[in-house]
């Protein structure tokens, strides 16, 4: 056993962190040492996650666990505050998981290798800051530093258009992390003491104007994470220009932050306003399941339909928080580790594929699961997973928000009834979006009609031929062109990395209670909180048109408390 005196998450989050350091420290030469260095650091970093979560966390308990707080600038009552729940344990898990496999993914990394793994892995310590962070402004600081090294990421080691996608990416969720700034500070100075403790805040009353307030500033700020519809514009175009790894986390990992912000601040410390915003969610979220479908449609780029895929499963999540009911919350939670897995998996294996074709446009390919079998192979399992195949874990995900929804007491008959019609229209068209594009890469036509020659990207006098060929800047100083590719199968560090991302959506698939029972307990109070608002609201405020609500919600949370 782990001694519990120790500071383990400080001890989780420090170490990639001081890792990164070292890094100029280093010496190498073509980037090999620092390739295993980094990986050897994140490996190490998830083992320790899982054996201080198997020592120390209890999934029956809810609640903060592990809990570490230091005071830093108690003059602001700012603390290095950090602890863990069911909210946010799978996430810390998924991050370490999926930044360990993308870091497995950078294998090609040969320019500026030193500056590319550092800023890795100081994306991978705040990633788990955000996760574990226990104090508001520690969370914002956390939200902030995560956004520097997935610009420079993008900026450097992204394609054509990088310095836009990236600009872009900036932009959105910089300006709109203000709010969650505003909220802490509201938080922080209105209701009792000063202090930007999650644990405290949480159940501080608050006049209800001003949590409608910060209810819709928080939604703002978490949404364009999430890439909610409107706010979604920036996904498409940062994966399109994102290299592989980098995808992986941004879809694995970043989306879920959003969605972990609406759990943890808008439903755990917000419940009088979430009752208000909670049928604009739903709305929300069936706009995002069927815009997203019909959009990827229009897309000839693999990454991004990938990504406008990712903006309709994420639809699921806002439905699911939105539901009222514990079915509905557990799958919306589900669904966030689900398209955790498939989305970092698909994006690792379109890499895969842009390794040998060196282009990601659909219309140039066809043809190419003959010459690399393994590859299409797992790019069927993967998208079999996306499309909620039964016995994958996006099946089990999809099923539970589906019938949270249609069993939510909390709507009328009708709004349900359309609700899931609408989703089940979003959930056809995925299979129908997903393999036309397997249909298109791997089979069809053969690959390359026409021979276009070979570029050096050092060659000043050919990197604007490179540039205007449309075709994504790769890791490496020389890059072939489309005409000039050579297929070769799956190699066995790439089977490595797909088939552990296999193994897990098959796991949670045929049995979801390894995951579910990991969080159930917390997620189930978090619900409680918000039937009891809407319980109160309903008494004393006479709510009783928001979303066609049941008669007598009173009677249906003694019910269920029974």
């Known amino acids: 056993m782990l001694p519990d005196t120790f500071p383990w998450l400080t001890a989780i989050f420090a170490f990639p962190l001081l890792a990164a350091c070292l890094i100029p420290l280093i010496p190498d030469t073509d980037g090999k040492t620092l390739r295993w260095y980094s990986i050897v650091v994140a490996i190490t970093d998830f083992a320790l996650m899982i054996k201080v979560i198997l020592d120390h966390y209890d999934p029956s308990v809810a609640g903060f666990q592990l809990v570490e707080k230091f005071d830093w600038i108690p003059q602001l009552g700012l603390s290095w505050a950090v602890s863990i729940d069911g909210v946010s344990m799978p996430l810390v898990l998924l991050s370490g998981f999926v930044t360990t496999l993308s870091l497995l993914a950078a294998w090609q990394v040969d320019r500026k290798p030193r500056l590319f793994y550092f800023l890795m892995l100081v994306l991978y310590a705040a990633q788990i800051g955000v996760f574990i962070a226990q104090d508001f402004l520690l969370f914002f600081i956390m939200w902030e530093i995560e956004l520097v090294p997935v610009y420079l990421l993008v900026c450097i080691w992204g394609g054509p258009k990088r310095q836009q996608a990236a600009t872009k990416f900036l932009l959105y969720t910089a300006i709109s992390s203000v709010f969650i700034l505003v909220a802490a500070l509201a938080f922080a100075f209105v209701g009792g003491p000063l202090t930007f403790d999650i644990a405290e805040l949480t159940g501080r009353a608050l006049p209800l104007s001003l949590e409608i307030g910060l209810y819709a500033g928080l939604l703002f700020s978490f949404g364009v994470k999430l890439a909610v519809f409107p706010f979604h514009t920036w996904l498409p175009d940062t994966h399109g220009e994102a290299s592989a790894p980098v995808s992986m986390i941004l879809a694995g990992v970043l989306l879920k932050m959003g969605a972990y912000g609406l759990m943890r601040f808008n439903m755990g410390m ?49 439905i699911g928080i939105a539901s009222f009911t514990d079915l509905g919350i557990n799958g919306a939670m589900l669904q966030m580790i689900s398209h955790g897995l498939i989305a970092a998996m698909l994006f690792f294996l379109t890499g895969v594929t842009y390794d040998r074709t060196h282009t990601l446009s659909m219309k140039d390919m066809g043809g190419v699961g003959i010459l690399m079998p393994k590859v299409y192979a797992l790019y069927v ?9 039964p016995g994958m874990s996006g099946f089990a995900s999809e099923v539970s928000v589906f019938l949270g929804i249609a069993t939510s007491d909390f709507y009328g008959i009708t709004f349900r009834s359309v609700i899931v019609f609408l989703a089940a229209v979003g959930v056809i068209l995925t299979p129908i979006y997903l393999l036309s594009m397997v249909r298109q890469v791997f089979h069809g036509s053969v690959f390359g009609k026409q021979a ?29 062109l489309p005409g000039q590719a050579i297929f070769r199968d799956s190699q066995p560090r790439e089977i490595a990395v797909a088939v552990s991302f296999l193994v897990l959506i098959v796991a949670i698939g045929c049995y979801p209670k390894v995951a579910m029972q990991t969080y159930d307990t917390q997620t189930v109070a978090i619900n409680r909180l918000s039937i009891q608002a809407y319980a109160d609201a309903y008494e004393t405020r006479g709510l009783g048109n928001n979303a066609q609500v049941i008669p007598n919600p009173v009677a249906t949370l003694s019910d269920r408390s029974n």
């Not at 709305?283 to 903006?311: C, D, E, H, P, W």
């Not at 399992?381 to 195949?389: D, F, N, V, Y």
């Open 270 to 318: 917000l419940p009088d306003a979430h009752i208000y915003f909670a049928p604009a969610l739903v709305t929300i979220g069936v706009i995002n399941i069927v815009y997203g479908a019909l959009a990827s449609f229009a897309q000839t780029n693999m990454k991004r339909r990938l990504a406008y895929s990712s903006v309709s499963h994420m639809g699921f999540v806002l």
């Open 381 to 389: 399992a993967g998208a079999m997973a996306s499309i909620a195949l």
């Open 452 to 480: 276009i020659p070979s570029c050096d990207i050092t060659d000043p006098n050919r990197r604007q031929d490179f540039l205007d060929s449309q075709a994504a800047v790769c890791f490496g100083t020389n890059c072939v």
